[in-house]
Nanobody, 114 residues
Framework: QVQLVESGGGVVQAGESLTLSCVVS????????MGWYRQAPGKEREFVAG???????NYVDFVKGRFTISRDNDKSTVYLQMNNLKPEDSAVYSC????????WGKGTLVTVTS
C-alpha cells in the first residue's frame, strides 16, 4: 500500500520559516518525481515545487528564492524548506509522487499570520 505522509506544518508569523517533510512508503521512491502542491481555502490546488528523480528542482515563480525542495532517496523523503513566509502562503500543503500515475498525501496545514 502506497502512503505519503506529510508533517511539519504549523502556525508561524510572517517572515519565519518552516520545513515540511513527506515520507513515502510502498513504492520505489528513487524513480518517482516528487512535488509539493498547496490549496488555500476557496482556491484550487496549485503547484509549488517539484524535484525530478535526477534531483533537478523547479519552482513556481512566487516561491523562487524563498522555498527549497530536496529529496533523500535513502529515507524515501522529500522536503520543502520555506523561508520568509507570507500570509498568502497559508494553505494545506500536499506532496505528490509521479511515475506514470500520481499518488497524493493528505496534506499538512501551514498558517502564516501577519
Amino acid at each position: 500500500q502506497v502512503q505519503l505522509v506529510e508533517s511539519g506544518g504549523g502556525v508561524v508569523q510572517a517572515g519565519e520559516s518552516l520545513t515540511l517533510s513527506c515520507v513515502v512508503s510502498g513504492l520505489r521512491f528513487s524513480v518517482y518525481s516528487m512535488g509539493w502542491y498547496r490549496q488555500a481555502p476557496g482556491k484550487e490546488r496549485e503547484f509549488v515545487a517539484g524535484i525530478s528523480k535526477e534531483n533537478n528542482p523547479n519552482y513556481v515563480d512566487f516561491v523562487k528564492g524563498r522555498f527549497t525542495i530536496s529529496r533523500d532517496n535513502d529515507k524515501s523523503t522529500v522536503y520543502l524548506q520555506m523561508n520568509n513566509l507570507k500570509p498568502e502562503d497559508s494553505a494545506v500543503y500536499s506532496c505528490n509522487a509521479k511515475f506514470g500515475i500520481d499518488y497524493w498525501g493528505k496534506g499538512t496545514l501551514v498558517t502564516v499570520t501577519s
